[in-house]
């Protein structure tokens, strides 16, 4: 089996491929404004080390979120076009998850990440990193209970004095993606794979223009006596 991952729900735009056995390529860039640009390359890359092609492939992997809408959607528009075209099946999971998996087991912990808005994707997972709550978005200040938990994930460096202790990675990695969806293909899935569909969680700040306003023609002025 060949499995690509990707993840693009953060600033970070992480991709790697596995074997079914270990992870053979890999490549990451951090520019939350170029998703679109580096996504595709980055998959042309990690096929190119390993010496594949992506008629090998017979998986994917793809975070979905949550995260800002125009990131997210690049990866999972590519995820879909991508199964697609090749007739391969595309495996959705959490991007929390992603993150949780790598935290280290022990105690119960959050994720959360940066959501704008001063606002952040957040979930809450056992001392097993089983998820409990979420994912949900808001501001760090009205999680419950967050101030006594160690969080992963680059909301707790964007809001320290929210949490307990800083731990895991920052953002999503595409190596440990791949591993989560290879194990589920074992039976031995440490989370829910998911159907590629977008977390969003709240609205794109774009909008739809609304229908032209009806514009009310000058009154004519009267005659002249």
Sequence with gaps: ???VGFDTATPA???ALHDGERIVSEASAADGRRHGE????MIAQ???DAGASRADLTAIAVGVGPGPYTGLRVGLVTARVLGAVLGIPVHGVCSLDVIAADVPRGREFLVATDARR???YWARYDAAGVRLEGPAVGSAASIPGAAGLAVAGSGGQLYPEAFGAVTGPAYPDARTLCALAVGARDGQ???PMLVAEPLYLRRPDAREPGPPKKVTPPASPEPSS
Excluded: G
Aim: glycine letters at 0%.
């Design 118 to 120: 001063k606002e952040v």
């Design 46 to 48: 990690v096929l190119s």
């Design 189 to 191: 899935a440490a989370v």
């Design 13 to 15: 735009v992480s991709v």
């Design 38 to 41: 580096l996504l595709t390359p």
């Design 1 to 3: 089996m060949l499995v």
